[in-house]
């Protein structure tokens, strides 16, 4: 019953009409909304309202939540959702937004196997059955620039949806059980190669944040996928197939060249 009635009021939610400056949001912070067909917009749209609706935001250190941020994150966190099957990000109810990067106590395990703990500056972070926590001045960042691979919304709900199989652990649940095998392997090959291009100070397609675990690495290379597309297709093929397969996307093929969306490629970034 609870299931038939939550069906229903997203329904009725999805049938209001998108708000004029929303669409306007859209627009001027959200590149990547160009590029879907009209059919994906309107599915955007329609995340966009149950998502604001069931979700609630919160400003830190000062910060007055208005419509362009409250838009702009559930634009980006939706994304991720667009042509699959699931939910809206379950276990997260709510999103704190600070003006600028914001500390936190960490304890930090470094690849030499030393562990740190202390207070760490953040621009995003993604809590296991709890909330989101951005930066709103790294947001802003992330959309002046949309192909330079770091998109901070991208990345904590990436971890949201890591979170979904049980574990934050780069493993996120999977339509099939027998998909499971390839995705480690190819996965774990990459993130191997990251890590040993990282510790050799090699130029690398993707950020070498990624290198840190199996679960940045999976948060870090969603955000490639979706602003560095064709130069991820081009030099990590298996890669980007995994990806387009569990995100039903194919954005390399959105940012228009060729039929297989091998032009545009984009410089490493630094």
């Known amino acids: 019953m ?80 667009l042509n699959r099957q699931g939910d809206y990000y379950p276990r997260m109810k709510s999103i704190f937004v ?21 207070e760490f500056s953040r621009l995003g972070e993604s809590w296991y059955r709890g909330p989101v926590v951005l930066s709103w001045d790294s947001i802003t960042s992330g959309v002046a620039d ?14 949201q949806l890591d979170s979904e199989s049980g574990a934050v652990n780069g493993a996120p649940r999977l339509e099939k059980g027998t998909m499971y095998v390839a995705w480690a392997r190819v996965l774990g090959d990459e993130y191997a190669g ?5 510790e050799r100070h090699r130029p690398t397609t993707m950020r070498s944040y990624g290198a840190a675990s199996p679960a940045e690495f999976f948060a870090v290379v969603t955000e490639c996928f979706f602003e ?5 297709r081009r030099k990590h093929p298996d890669l980007y197939e995994q990806l387009r397969s569990f995100y039903h996307q194919n954005p390399a093929a959105r940012i228009g060249g060729d039929k297989d969306g091998t032009q545009g490629q984009l410089a490493d970034a630094p």
């Open 194 to 198: 990251l890590v040993d291009r990282t």
């Open 98 to 118: 600070y003006p600028h990067e914001f500390f936190s106590e960490r304890r930090v395990v470094r690849p030499d196997g030393v562990v740190v703990e202390g």
């Open 146 to 159: 949309s192909r330079d691979g770091f998109n901070v919304v991208l990345h904590e709900f990436a971890h």
């Open 2 to 81: 609870f299931g038939f009635l939550k069906r229903r009021r997203r329904e009725r939610i999805r049938s209001r009409p998108f708000p004029r400056d929303w669409l306007d949001i859209l627009r001027r912070n959200v590149p990547y909304y160009s590029r879907l067909s009209d059919d994906e917009r309107r599915q955007l749209q329609d995340h966009i309202k149950v998502f604001l609706c069931e979700k609630r935001f919160a400003g830190c250190g000062g910060l007055e939540i208005t419509d362009e941020i409250r838009v702009t994150v559930a634009a980006h966190a939706c994304i991720l959702l």
């Open 228 to 232: 560095k597309p064709a130069q991820l």
